[in-house]
């Protein structure tokens, strides 16, 4: 079984910068897609990014690139979004998810297997 626990939420103003992590057990990160994903109230559940197994590889939504950047520790199995110059928009409860399919998009949440339980972010304008 697969579990993730996210950290490192908070109430920051425009333009701080904030680093949620994501500790996971019962997966190694690193065989797995990670992604983080947000919901703000009444809003659909978004991508913001993501990192595919093995190789690596980084996406990024348009409203976030430029201003995140998604990163994975193997030693630690841990993975992590930095978050810098934050925007009110930003504000969500941010989602820390495991796509262990190997079928499916890595921007669609529905093609996750795992989630955490989320960590609010508020940024304050």
């Known amino acids: 079984q697969v579990r993730l626990v996210e950290s490192g939420g908070g109430l920051v103003q425009a333009g701080d910068s904030l680093r949620l992590s994501c500790a996971a057990s019962?997966?190694?990160?690193?065989?797995?897609?990670m992604g983080w994903f947000r919901q703000a109230p009444g809003k659909e559940r978004e991508f913001v990014a993501t990192i595919t197994r093995r190789t690596g590889f980084v996406y990024y939504a348009d409203s976030v690139k430029g201003r995140f950047t998604i990163s994975r520790d193997n030693a630690k199995n841990m993975v992590y979004l930095q978050m810098n110059s934050l925007k009110p928009e930003d504000t969500a409860v941010y989602y820390c998810?495991?796509?262990?399919?190997?079928?499916?998009?890595?921007?669609?949440?529905?093609?996750?297997?795992?989630w955490g339980q989320g960590t609010q972010v508020t940024v304050s304008s």
């Open positions: 998810a495991t796509k262990v399919r190997l079928t499916g998009s890595v921007r669609d949440n529905t093609d996750y297997d795992y």
């Open positions: 019962g997966r190694t990160v690193s065989t797995a897609d």
